[in-house]
């Protein structure tokens, strides 16, 4: 196939990331050109992960080329069509407080402290041993209700049950346990801050005993 050759235009509409213990890290992804045409490709590249959400925060569209292999179209190259995030609209400050009532009148508050191999805990809470802060996010129905975008829940996950050899993304702050060592440093604007520019907001780390 021609480095050149462009399989699929669209914009994304929807990411998956399936995290499995012993195995890279899988991103899938539906590009759409239409409400009846779109595909779903899928990459084990961080770059490519990278791009892909830029893409679905940005509501741009991007240009992928892929190979098929046992019925997945494998990524090969995926490229911005628009980088300009000057055309992208954000919400006002009063749309924004606006959701946040419309959510807390209308929305159940998230599950807090349930435990799972992932749970949510209001920022700032201990966190439990055994486990890693691995995400936050904005909930204007839960720790504190508030109607600005303040990142007040944290995603904590459990890593005292994996098995040596298992990989983890977490957020960059977050201590490295004993026995886990960092094999890597990312950034990924839709997670652990949300960092508007290219900061390093996320470590993977690994089970080495």
Not at 170 to 179: D, E, H, S
Request: with cysteine; net charge neutral; proline share 7%.
């Amino acid at each position: 196939m021609s480095r050149d050759k462009v399989d699929f235009v669209g914009t994304v509409n929807g990411i998956d990331v399936i995290a499995v213990p012993g195995q890279p890290v899988r991103c899938l992804a539906f590009v759409n050109q239409s409400s009846e045409k779109y595909i779903q490709v899928t990459t084990e590249l961080h770059t490519f992960q990278t791009v892909l959400e830029l893409a679905s925060l940005m509501k741009a569209k991007v240009e992928v080329s892929y190979d098929e292999h046992n019925q997945e179209k494998i990524l090969t190259r995926v490229t911005l069509k628009d980088r300009s995030v000057e055309n992208e609209t954000k919400p006002t400050p009063m749309e924004i407080k606006k959701e946040a009532e419309r959510q807390q009148k209308e929305g159940v508050p998230i599950e807090l402290n349930v435990p799972l191999t992932t749970m949510q805990i209001c920022a700032g809470s201990p966190i439990p041993n055994g486990w890693i802060k691995t995400d936050d996010s904005w909930s204007p129905t839960s720790c504190g209700n508030p109607t600005d975008i303040i990142y007040n829940v944290w995603t904590i996950t459990q890593y005292s049950n994996l098995p040596v050899g298992s990989t983890l993304n977490v957020c960059a702050g977050a201590p490295i346990p004993t026995g886990w060592v960092k094999v890597n440093t990312s950034w990924n604007p839709t997670s652990c801050g949300h960092p508007a520019h290219n900061i390093d907001n996320v470590q993977t780390i690994r089970r080495v005993k």
